[in-house]
């Protein structure tokens, strides 16, 4: 073996083995265990194997070194569990990781857990969502570069936590959901899983820490290097988002995967014909969507600000870029919906045309439109279900208290939970937080002249006795 390592695009040194680095490996409790050491590293690293699949290494060294203990060959559907009781570095970079290679075609691959410094990076493909955790892949092609069959040239495919993981706790590496990801998005792996793979500890440039994990065997998923499905999030068909699927009853903001932004009622509108479209985050009616079971599988979506209605694809159409809106309902088949989960969230399938709710061009715009379109691999097509209720407690919302229409353009209307006994003050804050406009509230039901405000997102506060209310608006 002329190389093992895990080799990052901002990394500046090379982890190869050649003649006059150190390379030593083994079995250990029926684990396979590396050390590799650079040519010309000063200082020391001292690793050693602990009981089972646990191993520790401390170092302070000039120089680049990976070690870990793992399996003598890797495969495409391997459940990893680990628990990193300890990982601390000052200076240099590194990673924790798992690792390893395919060939036909070579492949350098690595699930980044944690690191030191400067968050792993390359060229970005794609984000996926496994383990309980999120992640961005990235691909980098290394051209005539040391690898396991000597001088090639290769893609290395790897992918990253967005925060690190914790430390002291038992987690999994779903590793079928990681090869799904790859390969659906280009990223494609080798068919032979014959080379080791290892939970890796690496560092390099001038660097001191320590690190001591135990990693076992937790299974296998149903995932192949060619596919499929898999628990835990997959691009092919995954378990829920950490948000949760609807259930029968409950109120939910739809969160668009790619944008972050919310499904909304075009100005809060109540009429048959009013527009989905996507917006921020506002926490009002116009934004929150109940869920109702009406079986086989399917699902009515109804905006609270007029329950009455549904989403609805205009016309029944079965075409790529028919229009979402609301409607009355009356149960038909462009009104039912079927909550499928993919990749950690969820796709929205009509039934009577089988398309997905998409956003138009994925787009990450405010106002950016709803539309259906043959369903694909995209983000703008997947959704996460986080309950509403929650949003309002956050926020410190009450029954009664309503801020419309929102969007505003010229009058803004702040109904209060009762009549007040002494004056309501109120106050609205631009998202510098500037005060722009105070007042005082006389009545339960008022109205406010806001068509000298500049367009943007604003924050209203009502004090009403020993009572306080937030909500945000957007002025058009």
């Known amino acids: 073996m002329k190389k093992i390592t895990l080799l990052f695009v901002c990394v500046a040194f090379l982890a190869t083995f050649n003649a006059m680095s150190t390379y030593e490996s083994g079995t250990n409790n029926g684990y396979f265990w590396s050390l590799w050491k650079s040519d010309g ?35 495409s559907t391997r459940i990893v569990g680990y628990n990193c009781g300890s990982y601390s570095q000052s200076g240099g970079g590194g990673s924790f990781a798992y690792y390893g290679w395919t060939r036909n075609p070579l492949i350098e691959y690595y699930v980044n857990e944690m690191w030191p410094a400067g968050r792993p990076t390359g060229t970005y493909v794609c984000s996926m ?25 290769f893609w290395q495919h790897f992918s990253t936590r967005t925060s690190k993981n914790s430390t002291g706790a038992n987690h999994t590496i779903t590793f079928g959901n990681h090869v799904s990801t790859w390969n659906s998005h280009g990223m494609t792996m080798g068919s032979d899983w014959s080379p080791a ?21 937790a299974g296998s998923s149903s995932s192949s290097s060619s596919g499929g499905s898999s628990s835990g ?105 079927q909550i499928s989960s993919y990749d950690g969230y969820y796709r929205i399938i009509n039934q009577n045309s089988g398309k997905c709710v998409d956003i138009a061009n994925v787009s990450t715009a405010d106002g950016a439109n709803v539309q259906q379109w043959s369903c694909g ?6 959704f ?16 009664g208290f309503n801020v419309y229409p929102n969007p505003a353009l010229e009058s803004l209307n702040i109904s209060l939970p009762s009549q007040p006994e002494n004056n309501a003050s109120v106050e609205i804050f631009n998202t510098a937080g500037i005060m722009v406009w105070n007042a005082n509230l006389m009545s339960q039901n008022n109205q406010i002249d806001v068509k000298d405000l500049p ?17 945000k608006f957007v002025k058009k």
């Open 197 to 217: 793979a290892i939970l890796l500890t690496e560092a390099w440039g001038d660097s001191n820490g320590y690190s001591n994990a135990t990693v076992w065997s």
């Open 455 to 471: 367009s943007g997102l604003y924050l209203v506060k009502v004090g009403l006795g020993n009572e306080s209310y937030n909500s």
């Open 377 to 382: 691999s995209g983000q703008n097509q997947q």
């Open 129 to 153: 969502s496994s383990d309980g955790g999120n992640y961005d892949c990235y691909k980098s092609q290394r051209i005539n570069a040391p690898s396991i069959d000597g001088t090639q040239t």
């Open 233 to 337: 999030g997959s691009s092919s068909g995954g378990s829920s988002s950490s948000s949760g699927g609807p259930s029968n009853g409950g109120t939910y903001r739809i969160t668009p995967r790619h944008s972050g932004k919310a499904l909304d009622v075009a100005w809060c509108e109540t009429g048959d014909g009013a527009n989905v479209q996507q917006w921020s985050w506002l926490n009002n009616n116009c934004q929150k969507w109940r869920t109702s079971d009406v079986g086989s599988g399917y699902w009515r979506l109804s905006p609270m600000n007029a329950t009455s209605k549904a989403m609805d694809v205009d016309g029944w159409s079965t075409s790529n870029g028919g229009n979402i809106q609301i409607w009355a309902y009356h149960g038909g088949a462009c009104q039912k919906f």
């Open 41 to 75: 590293m000063t200082g020391y690293v001292t690793y050693t194997n602990g009981d089972g699949g646990n191993y520790s290494v401390s170092w302070d060294c000039n120089g680049n070194f990976t070690c870990g203990k793992g399996w003598s060959s890797g495969s």
């Open 384 to 399: 996460s279900f986080t309950s509403a209720k929650s949003d309002e407690v956050e926020a410190g919302i009450a029954a």
